[in-house]
């Protein structure tokens, strides 16, 4: 377990029930000691993870909904570590999630109208400051007694910095909730988001999820080549404007989708729409910064030489530095923030001099870290690579981490950084794979797949003789070739033998994969 048995976990939460709780998670309801109020507390204990991908995702939930303070998107109280551990604090919703006021059935339509004018807002807000949220379900969306909706978890999120800096094209979220392109694996902005947010929706005012199957691979099948003819019917049995709005927001093509949350609002006539903020002004702003930065860099150089310059004009002065609490150099005895000094231009720093010199820095603790646990002194990581060889029957498209890199088979192994990937294979006849693989520097990493052990198998005999179609795709007539074996994808299989002169077989069931299951029919009249 989490390893946490008080009642009062860092000094200032209550602890009044637990909701969710694992080895290395746990979600509390607790009372806020110094702020005398309800509020759901998360907890990590980052020793007993070994994925530090969780760690990361933890913090940067926190990071990014501290920026995010809006009437409908879950406010964050605080945030922190303590020991192993790291917590973020939430405002608590007297209420319950989407999902069960969708089961109950019990909402009229003025306020269902009035849910997705704040869903839509809490979008627009968050895609205005660069957020993509890339899982909106009903799980994540909450609602109180006063219809008042809060968009949460954060967890999956994916910033402007991220699509700049790190590779975005992994495929996470909820399966049925995704978007075309988040299926594909392609890079995301903020259209994904409506898809996801119109899926809701519809759901929302028709009682039923559009592309729910039986299982992920159906489903995601279903999100990619779904009929969008047939889904236009559906939504138009819908009043004005929701159905024109919908049937936007449901389009596979980008092109033909809402562009921002914003433009709905305004066909809405809803007024306080936060304008959405381009990559072009993110990258104008992220150019500003970096020239004030260079600025304050250089003036602190300048400052530097001018201090070097009196120091030896007159070497007894004495320097008494203003900030961050630094160790006294006096009479040119060079000590332990000469050291820093040293430190920041490349150098080696002794760590009992860095030590000795943070013993007075409130921030800092002793073994040289600040106390929110960033590294105060780290070198930069140094990336190791390893070779991925994959092995594929009888072959695939292949896509790590989201990107594609071709067809199997390959003429030798491709080289990654190590850690933890995603790899995908894609094949027309074959349900599709998915996996985690995990590299190791120099070190080979081997993945073989047979796609035959992805699917299961039909046999069918007829007498006299049928026309055979699994889920309404024919199949051809018996006796069929290839030993009369019928290949289908794990799941509900429902299977029809059609003669001219006989009644038909119309019958459904379930098969898994690896299943070969072997029918008789003798046909009626």
């Known amino acids: 377990m989490l390893g946490i048995t008080t009642e009062i976990l860092f000094d200032k939460f209550e602890i009044l029930e637990v909701l969710k709780k694992d080895e290395h998670a746990a979600v509390f309801l607790a009372n806020h000691i110094y702020l005398s109020k309800k509020i759901i507390l998360k907890v990590l204990n980052t020793q007993k993870i070994s994925d530090q991908a969780l760690v990361e995702r933890f913090k940067r939930e926190a990071k990014l909904l501290a920026k995010l303070d809006h009437p409908n998107i879950i406010k964050v109280l605080d945030f922190g570590t303590a020991k192993e551990y790291f917590y973020i604090s939430f405002e608590y919703i007297e209420g319950v999630s989407l999902r069960n006021i969708l089961k109950s059935k019990t909402l009229e339509q003025e306020q269902k109208e009035k849910l997705m004018i704040q869903l839509l807002k809490a979008l627009d807000f968050a895609h205005a400051h660069q957020i993509i949220h890339r899982d909106i379900k009903p799980e994540n969306i909450f609602v109180d007694k006063n219809i008042s909706l809060k968009l949460g978890d954060f967890g999956l999120a994916l910033s402007a910095e991220d699509n700049f800096v790190t590779n975005p094209y992994s495929i996470v979220g909820t399966p ?69 709005i919908l049937t936007r927001l449901l389009q596979k093509n ?11 609002l305004k066909e809405l006539n809803v007024e306080n729409v936060y304008p959405t903020i381009t990559v072009e002004q993110f990258e104008k702003e992220s150019n500003r910064s970096k020239k004030r930065l260079l600025f304050a860099v250089v003036v602190s150089v300048i400052a530097i030489f ?3 310059l009196m120091r030896i004009e007159n070497p007894h002065t004495e320097i008494l530095p203003e900030k961050n609490n630094q160790k006294t150099i006096t009479n040119g005895n060079t000590t332990a923030r000469q050291n820093q000094i040293d430190n920041r231009n490349g150098q080696t720093v002794k760590k009992d001099e860095v030590n000795q010199d943070n013993i007075n820095n409130p921030l800092i603790d002793q073994d040289g870290n600040n106390k929110d646990g960033q590294s105060e002194i780290k070198n930069p990581p140094v990336l190791r690579y390893g070779q991925l060889a994959v092995d594929i029957r009888p072959y695939a498209e292949v896509y790590i981490d989201g990107e594609r890199v071709g067809v199997s088979p390959f003429n030798k192994p491709l080289t990654y950084p190590e850690g933890e990937h995603t790899i995908k294979l894609v094949h027309p006849d074959y349900p599709v794979y998915s996996d985690l693989f995990k590299i190791n520097p120099g070190e080979t990493t081997r993945i073989r797949v047979s796609l035959e052990s992805t699917i299961g198998y039909i046999r069918c005999r007829v007498l006299p003789w049928g026309n055979v179609f699994v889920n309404d795709d024919f199949k051809g007539q018996t006796p069929l070739p290839e030993k009369d074996l019928i290949r289908v994808a794990p799941g509900p299989v429902r299977l029809v033998i059609k003669h001219p002169d006989y009644r038909d077989v119309d019958t459904t069931f379930t098969i898994s994969k690896g299943d070969t299951l072997n029918f008789r029919f003798i046909l009626k009249k």
């Open 254 to 264: 980008l092109s033909k989708r809402y562009s921002s949350a914003g433009e709905i």
């Open 306 to 308: 001018i201090l070097i």
């Open 176 to 244: 049925s909730y995704m978007s075309p392109e988040q299926v594909r694996g392609a890079k995301l902005n903020n259209q994904s988001d409506l898809f996801s947010a119109g899926v809701v929706l519809f759901e929302l005012f028709s009682g039923k999820n559009p592309f729910l199957k039986d299982n992920i691979n159906l489903t995601l099948n279903e999100i990619i080549g779904f009929d969008e003819e047939y889904l236009k019917a559906e939504i138009e049995k819908l009043p004005e404007p929701l159905n024109r």
